[in-house]
């Protein structure tokens, strides 16, 4: 799990449960630009929790709210306390930082 501020990049990053202690992070050219998500989808089974990050985009008769799925992530039960701890971890340094962040709506 990412653990630093700030964007990700191929540098190194300290590893949560990682023995070594470093792990090389590196993202493809294709994908280092990331996609915007204003809303998430999560569902599970038995064997791994999928993550739809989704654009929500309001509908032309103002009435359907669309949202097109534009990653889908699939993990392992293993992961989903790594990544609430990463994303803890990170949002507490955020806020520090920024200040709180408020939700809209």
């Given at each position: 799990?990412?653990?630093g501020?700030g ?6 990053w300290?590893?949560e449960g990682d023995?070594s202690?470093?792990?090389?992070v ?8 990331g996609v915007?998500s204003?809303f998430?989808v999560?569902?599970?089974s038995?064997?791994e929790?999928t993550?739809?990050?989704?654009q929500?985009m309001?509908g032309s008769n ?10 889908r992530?699939?993990?392992?039960p293993?992961?989903?306390a ?5 994303l803890?971890?990170n949002?507490?340094s955020y806020?520090?930082?920024?200040g709180p ?5």
């Amino acid at each position: 799990m990412h653990n630093g501020g700030g964007p990700v990049s191929d540098r190194d990053w300290q590893a949560e449960g990682d023995p070594s202690g470093r792990i090389k992070v590196q993202v493809d050219d294709g994908i280092k630009h990331g996609v915007y998500s204003n809303f998430l989808v999560v569902g599970h089974s038995a064997h791994e929790f999928t993550l739809d990050f989704c654009q929500v985009m309001p509908g032309s008769n103002g009435v359907n709210v669309n949202a097109e799925v534009v990653a889908r992530i699939k993990v392992a039960p293993t992961m989903v306390a790594k990544i609430m701890r990463a994303l803890n971890t990170n949002m507490s340094s955020y806020e520090d930082r920024y200040g709180p962040v408020r939700e809209v709506g």
